[in-house]
């Protein structure tokens, strides 16, 4: 789920630079696959900052996390295409609007580019498909929230037969358990449903480009939880969690080193490619900062080879 929590920063960086966790074994290509990805890890790590001490009022600072090396990863048995599994789909449920349609499109079209799958959408579904008791009244400021694992739940039975992952959209307020305020999102490791929510993240008919870059990130954060990436501790990263949207904010929505090995083993990326793809995103979207960050990353793999 985006909110996040905390993490142990001595062992968070082993992967790109330490020796392979002990594993299966690997075949002589898929360990040539393996050099070249450390290798490519390795040119983005001066682009990306380590991950700040956690400040009063941070997730981190309450709720400590090891974190996940990219050697944990790979022996961790994550979601990955195969068996069937081919497609991303995004699932809109409740009521949308115009602002909701367009954050919604840009979404589909980030994560076809991010996660190298296709991605459809799902016929939306009505709020009333959910039980009543997976609704309340916020105990203190009294508007409607919906059950986040509700909707999980909701998910998994329509899940279609090829989906990798179904991505619930909504601008219904979120709450995971009663003596929680919100969450952002909410994402299975082992069941590949998740949903987020615009609820929080502005009005998108006033401010839409916030809105867009927040939808985004939270997007991008709940799909890698589906396919197995938990929560960042080693850098600045899309994958860090929070607990408000000013630390939302902060975060970066492109992934750090770590994490980005994750994505491009998962599904066998050509990372300079995608970058190449995501820059264009970003720059014809208006997310100067994104355009920038996964403009350098094609730039320093680029150079690697000249």
């Known amino acids: 789920m985006r909110i996040a929590r905390a993490g142990v920063l001595a062992l968070a960086c082993l992967g790109i630079g330490g020796s392979p966790a002990e594993g299966p074994a690997r075949s002589p290509q898929e360990a040539k696959t393996l050099v070249a990805i450390r290798e490519a890890g390795r040119a983005l790590v001066p682009l990306h900052e380590r991950k700040r ?18 050697d944990e990863y790979l022996g961790s048995s994550p979601n990955r295409p195969g068996q069937g599994w081919t497609t991303l789909y995004v699932q809109p449920l409740g009521p949308s609007d115009e602002g909701q349609r367009r954050l919604l499109e840009a979404t589909v079209d980030l994560l076809g580019r991010f996660y190298g799958l296709p991605v459809k959408t799902l016929e939306p579904i009505g709020l009333e498909a959910l039980p009543p008791e997976a609704g309340r009244l916020h105990p203190t400021y009294g508007n409607p929230q919906i059950h986040s694992l509700a909707v999980l739940d909701l998910l998994k039975p329509r899940r279609p037969a090829d989906a990798l992952a179904v991505l619930c959209l909504t601008a219904s307020d979120l709450y995971p358990q009663d ?20 609820s929080r993240l502005g009005d998108p ?9 927040r939808t985004l990130a939270v997007a991008l954060h709940e799909t890698g939880h589906m396919f197995g990436i938990v929560h960042c501790t080693a850098y600045e990263c899309g994958m860090n969690g929070s607990n408000s949207l000013a630390v939302s904010d902060r975060a970066p929505m492109p992934f750090c080193p770590e994490c980005e090995m994750k994505v491009w083993w998962n599904v066998g990326l050509d990372p300079v490619a995608r970058y190449r793809s995501l820059a264009d995103f970003a720059e014809a979207r208006g997310l100067a900062a994104e355009g920038r960050a996964w403009r350098a990353s094609l730039e320093a793999l680029e150079a690697r080879g000249r």
């Open 53 to 70: 001490p956690a400040r009063a009022g941070d997730w981190l600072a309450r709720f400590p996390e090891a974190g996940q090396t990219f």
């Open 179 to 198: 003596d929680w305020n919100f969450v952002f999102g909410q994402a299975s490791l082992g069941e590949r449903v998740g949903v987020w929510s615009t």
């Open 205 to 213: 008919s006033k401010e839409f480009a916030t809105c867009l870059r």
